[in-house]
């Protein structure tokens, strides 16, 4: 285990619907990262929390919302997703968000859009 | 424009046999290249971490190289297992910036057949 837990595993949504991924780290990490997974392409940073500020958002659609409540918790979002969102959704931390700082992922969460 | 490819895309070897993943970067100014290791449907796991100064390291199996002058890594897996399967993704980071900005490889997907 990595220490950084990550609920559902998997999720089956339609595109109407609303639905939350959850994240949640036990190493005392004050920044966490969400990450879009899709097949055969790089991982893409989506959104980057240091302190419970949002510091990146990488033009990521308004569909997927990020919160974080505090520096143990991250959540996204999700509403009118596409099919084209069916993808790995992986959560990270770090202790600081420094370039030598080690990245914590999560298991993430597999989501199909239909 | 800073990039990371990886070569090959896929790789087939028995049960006992070596292989060496490549990794070519392009990313400038360069700080520190990652190698990391994602089961199907896991997150990633970080295997090394290697700066400028460093040319190799060595995790169990699992040997890096750096070459910064011709901006090459490569990951050997001695006697390989079957739990050696898996995508193997190389990662670097620029000097001077935060974890939010990592260019990740698309991954070489390495199966082992007993």
């Known amino acids: 285990e990595t220490g950084v837990t990550q609920t559902p595993r998997h999720l089956v949504m339609g595109m109407t619907n609303k639905k939350s991924l959850k994240c949640e780290q036990h190493l005392g990490h004050n920044a966490m990262y969400w990450y879009k997974q899709s097949a055969k392409k790089p991982l893409e940073l989506m959104f980057v929390?240091?302190?419970?500020?949002?510091?990146e958002n990488n033009s990521v659609p308004s569909r997927f919302s990020p919160e974080c409540p505090n520096s143990s918790h991250l959540f996204l979002h999700l509403h009118t997703l596409q099919p084209e969102d069916s993808a790995l959704y992986l959560c990270a931390s770090s202790q600081g968000t420094s370039e030598n700082e080690k990245l914590f992922f999560g298991s993430g969460t597999q989501l199909s859009v239909l | 424009k800073n990039q990371v490819e990886q070569s090959p895309q896929s790789l087939i070897i028995l049960e006992g046999k070596n292989c060496t993943l490549q990794?070519?970067?392009?990313?400038?100014?360069?700080?520190?290249l990652r190698w990391y290791k994602q089961d199907t449907g896991r997150g990633p796991v970080s295997l090394t971490i290697?700066?400028?100064?460093?040319n190799t390291k060595s995790n169990g199996r699992y040997t890096a190289t750096l070459d910064a002058d011709t901006k090459q890594s490569s990951l050997h897996i001695t006697a390989s297992q079957l739990s050696d399967s898996a995508s193997y993704i190389c990662?670097?980071?620029?000097?001077?910036?935060?974890?939010?900005?990592?260019?990740f490889g698309r991954g070489t997907q390495l199966t082992v057949w007993p």
């Open positions: 990794c070519n970067y392009t990313v400038s100014p360069f700080s520190n």
């Open positions: 929390y240091s302190l419970e500020e949002r510091v």
């Open positions: 290697m700066t400028f100064s460093e």
């Open positions: 990662v670097v980071s620029e000097r001077g910036s935060t974890l939010g900005r990592l260019y």
